[in-house]
């Protein structure tokens, strides 16, 4: 659907109004098979995005405001229509929560189902070869219950991260598919950036998350209000940590460009010390990504090379 929405709002020709139509038709199509109320949801949001689009197209484009811009600023304006839409509809986010929990809870048990017939012992194998099976699948199950927990508390903010990378492919494959397409093209890693304000969504965060708690323990608001503060401190650290930690990694893969440091040898390094150092990787990318809102790392590293060169 941003893809359509992409191919009908910059000059459609011929072949961009057919490609566009297909991939409507191919929606339709979709959003006629049954579905549980979950996947009803999915739908409802993915025509809400395109129409976020069209409306960051026209109001903030590319070429005045930067595609990040308009992209982050397109997830916002589907996020006010969906929360519009819930105030106005007996549908509510508590609801919407266990329907993501029940989703997401049948995916796993169905999972842990194949992994559990998997580990069973064939027909004449010995019994002790199997004995760490059962254990297994236990424990896969108790991690897997905790991220679905995890995830009906944090969807939102998942939904909108999400969004923003699904934006991002349709401007590529707009680009690629479209005759005369806009010209801004997709930052690259090392040139990723945003408005510095949104620095207030962090600082928001941590008084949901800190200050509000800290308010209700003194007595000072209601004890119904921690709970509220914490779902919303819970999505804002979430959709706002993911923004800065890909914010540091653009300073990273900067300075590491900066120094030679690039090709697939960096693309390998950077993956592997991702996968076995995960949490200081995010720790050390977060830390990075919003005190470049201060510093200006890149800034800072082109007079660095100038002067070099100099």
Do not use: C
């Given at each position: 659907?941003?893809?359509?929405?992409?191919?009908?709002?910059?000059?459609?020709?011929r072949?961009?109004?057919?490609?566009?139509?297909?991939?409507?038709?191919?929606?339709?199509?979709?959003?006629?098979?049954?579905?549980?109320?979950?996947?009803?949801?999915?739908?409802?949001?993915?025509?809400?995005?395109?129409?976020g689009?069209?409306?960051?197209l026209?109001?903030?484009?590319?070429?005045?405001?930067?595609?990040?811009?308009t992209?982050?600023?397109?997830v916002?304006i589907?996020?006010?229509?969906?929360?519009?839409?819930?105030?106005?509809?007996?549908?509510?986010?508590?609801?919407?929560?266990?329907?993501?929990?029940?989703?997401?809870?049948?995916?796993?048990?169905?999972?842990?189902?194949?992994?559990?017939?998997?580990?069973?012992?064939?027909?004449g194998?010995?019994?002790?070869?199997t004995?760490?099976?059962?254990?297994?699948?236990?424990?896969?199950?108790?991690?897997?219950?905790?991220?679905v927990?995890?995830?009906?508390?944090?969807?939102?903010?998942?939904?909108?991260?999400?969004?923003?990378?699904?934006?991002?492919?349709?401007w590529?494959?707009?680009?690629?598919?479209?005759?005369?397409?806009?010209?801004?093209?997709?930052?690259?890693?090392?040139?990723?950036?945003?408005?510095?304000h949104?620095?207030?969504?962090?600082?928001?965060?941590?008084?949901?998350?800190?200050?509000?708690?800290?308010l209700?323990?003194?007595?000072?608001l209601?004890?119904g209000?921690?709970?509220?503060?914490?779902?919303?401190?819970?999505?804002l650290?979430?959709f706002?940590?993911?923004?800065?930690l890909?914010?540091?990694?653009?300073?990273?893969?900067?300075?590491?460009?900066?120094?030679?440091?690039?090709?697939?040898?960096?693309?390998?390094?950077?993956?592997?010390?991702t996968?076995?150092?995960?949490?200081?990787?995010?720790?050390f990318?977060?830390?990075?990504?919003v005190a470049?809102?201060?510093?200006?790392?890149?800034?800072?590293?082109?007079?660095?090379?100038?002067?070099?060169?100099?």
């Amino acid at each position: 659907m941003p893809l359509a929405a992409l191919l009908l709002f910059h000059k459609p020709g011929r072949r961009e109004m057919i490609t566009a139509a297909t991939l409507i038709a191919f929606v339709a199509w979709g959003a006629l098979a049954p579905a549980d109320d979950f996947a009803r949801f999915e739908r409802a949001w993915v025509v809400l995005l395109a129409g976020g689009l069209v409306v960051a197209l026209a109001w903030r484009p590319p070429a005045k405001a930067g595609l990040v811009t308009t992209g982050l600023l397109a997830v916002a304006i589907a996020a006010v229509a969906g929360g519009a839409l819930m105030a106005a509809t007996r549908f509510t986010y508590r609801e919407l929560q266990w329907l993501a929990t029940r989703h997401f809870g049948e995916q796993v048990r169905l999972l842990v189902g194949a992994l559990a017939n998997a580990s069973s012992a064939a027909p004449g194998t010995p019994a002790d070869s199997t004995a760490a099976g059962p254990a297994m699948v236990a424990a896969f199950e108790q991690s897997a219950d905790l991220m679905v927990q995890l995830v009906g508390e944090v969807l939102p903010a998942l939904v909108l991260v999400q969004s923003l990378a699904a934006a991002a492919v349709a401007w590529a494959l707009y680009q690629a598919v479209a005759k005369e397409p806009d010209p801004a093209v997709l930052p690259p890693m090392r040139e990723f950036r945003f408005n510095d304000h949104l620095i207030w969504g962090v600082v928001l965060a941590l008084v949901s998350l800190v200050v509000v708690p800290s308010l209700v323990g003194l007595g000072v608001l209601p004890s119904g209000v921690e709970a509220v503060a914490r779902v919303t401190g819970e999505n804002l650290a979430v959709f706002f940590g993911s923004l800065y930690l890909m914010r540091g990694l653009g300073v990273t893969a900067a300075v590491a460009a900066a120094a030679g440091f690039t090709g697939p040898a960096a693309v390998i390094f950077a993956v592997v010390v991702t996968l076995l150092l995960a949490p200081v990787v995010v720790a050390f990318g977060l830390t990075l990504g919003v005190a470049d809102t201060w510093v200006d790392w890149r800034k800072r590293l082109h007079k660095a090379v100038d002067q070099k060169g100099r």
